[in-house]
């Protein structure tokens, strides 16, 4: 049993690369071969594969956002990048011969819209099971602006496609969405967390972080561990890590080790922070999937942490969220909806910030009485912990949300069908 796991990406702090990371781990402990190809950070790499090669990011600037070229020279472009797609594929697997290939959101996210063409061409000449698994779809963002019919009738035709062995959601909001749209069946796979095999503790490494940081032993570390873009709402963190300062004499440093994905939203965040008053610290080059030297693992920011915020308005699950409850510790979270509709019922105890907000421009902005309440109590929380309550999110999480849960799912997807 070959398997492949697909995505623009891998190695990286995004989600998606870390739940590869467990299918691949998951799939080898039922005996089975994985590999893992992206565009980079894989087992086997091509830029084409990717959404950042330069060819890549002009067709996707005419195809989603303005057409700066006749519709005949997008045509041409598309051609090109999807030879390079085919080429990169049938050369890949050639020498890893899958018997399925787990397509991750190129499929749902037409950020490369050539490459998922190619992968359906170039699985279909060969006879490779697809599996889609969507950790998102373009219908939930604003950056999908079709420029063209040429685009159209690939959008609606391959994103997803109809002719897939299987897709797989991490919700069930995102299951109703894609029945509703596309009158495709699918399955809820949740995301997972390896507690075996990580573990957080402190060492004499990760020790040195705080003092790299700036931070003093008696100074307050909240985390936030998501890339930098708009979904995530940062400003939340913000502003309650701004009101936890107002409210105590020891030191609050906000530490956001995560891509920085999105520039105006990133530009954004700085003039807000100064408006308030407040200065967050930015470390992504700090902050590397496994360590390095002179780098931290994303684990050993969680071992470091008085508080994590979590603030997300949109998520299509949660892995950050759950990477904090197995790493125990607190936790302010703003209630999105798949929280709520699939995780929140679990039974988890976390700091919340409610589930609506307004906006002012740019910025979005929760009820002050919200804020502050919920800043007091993380503060009461970091003065007086209450270990109990997180070792009860621990084992809820552990109990529902382990590797040995993912094993179990990637049996039913990969071997019960062919023992049948």
């Not at 963190?237 to 609050?252: D, G, I, P, Y």
């Not at 979590?310 to 790493?327: F, K, P, R, V």
């Not at 993912?406 to 023992?419: A, D, G, M, P, T």
């Amino acid at each position: 049993m070959k398997i492949a796991l697909l995505h623009f990406r891998a190695g990286e702090t995004d989600g998606v690369s870390l739940e590869m990371d467990k299918w691949k781990k998951a799939i080898g402990n039922i005996g089975g071969e994985c590999t893992i190809i992206a565009g980079s950070g894989g087992d086997y790499n091509d830029p084409y594969l990717s959404y950042r090669h330069d060819d890549v990011v002009k067709f996707f600037a005419n195809a989603f956002t303005k057409l700066s070229v006749t519709e005949d020279e997008l045509r041409v472009a598309y051609k090109e990048i999807y030879s390079h797609a085919c080429r990169a594929l049938t050369s890949i697997f050639n020498s890893v011969k899958p018997d399925s290939v787990v397509v991750n959101n190129i499929y749902s996210l037409p950020l490369n819209l050539p490459l998922a063409v190619a992968i359906s061409d170039v699985c279909g000449k060969r006879g490779i099971e697809i599996i889609g698994f969507h950790h998102d779809f373009y219908w939930e963002r604003e950056i999908y602006n079709v420029t063209c019919p040429f685009i159209a009738e690939l959008v609606e035709e391959y994103f997803p496609p109809q002719n897939l062995a299987r897709h797989l959601v991490i919700n069930s909001i995102a299951q109703q969405s894609l029945s509703e749209r596309k009158d495709l069946p699918s399955k809820v796979v949740d995301n997972y967390f390896d507690f075996e095999e990580v573990t957080f503790a402190k060492d004499d490494y990760n020790s040195q972080l705080r003092s790299t940081l700036g931070i003093a032993e008696n100074d307050i570390f909240a985390l936030h561990a998501t890339r930098i873009v708009k979904r995530k709402s940062i400003e939340f963190a913000l502003e309650v890590c701004a009101q936890m300062q107002k409210c105590t004499q020891r030191k609050v440093h906000l530490i956001f080790p995560g891509l920085e994905e999105d520039p105006p939203y990133y530009e954004m965040l700085h003039r807000y922070a100064k408006e308030i008053g407040f200065s967050p610290t930015f470390v992504p080059d700090l902050c590397t999937h496994t360590r390095k030297e002179g780098t931290f693992s994303l684990w050993d920011f969680y071992v470091t942490a008085d508080v994590v915020t979590y603030t997300s308005t949109y998520e299509g699950w949660g892995n950050q969220l759950i990477e904090a409850i197995a790493a125990m510790k607190p936790i302010v979270i703003y209630e999105y909806p798949v929280y709520k509709s699939n995780i929140k019922p679990l039974g988890f105890e976390l700091f919340s910030l409610g589930d609506s907000y307004t906006k002012a421009g740019d910025v979005l902005q929760l009820p002050r009485q919200r804020v502050k309440d919920t800043a007091q109590s993380v503060l009461e929380f970091i003065e007086n912990p209450q270990p109990q309550i997180l070792q009860k999110n621990y084992d809820i999480a552990k109990e529902h949300l382990s590797i040995n849960a993912l094993e179990k799912v990637c049996y039913r997807l990969f071997c019960e069908k062919k023992s049948s």
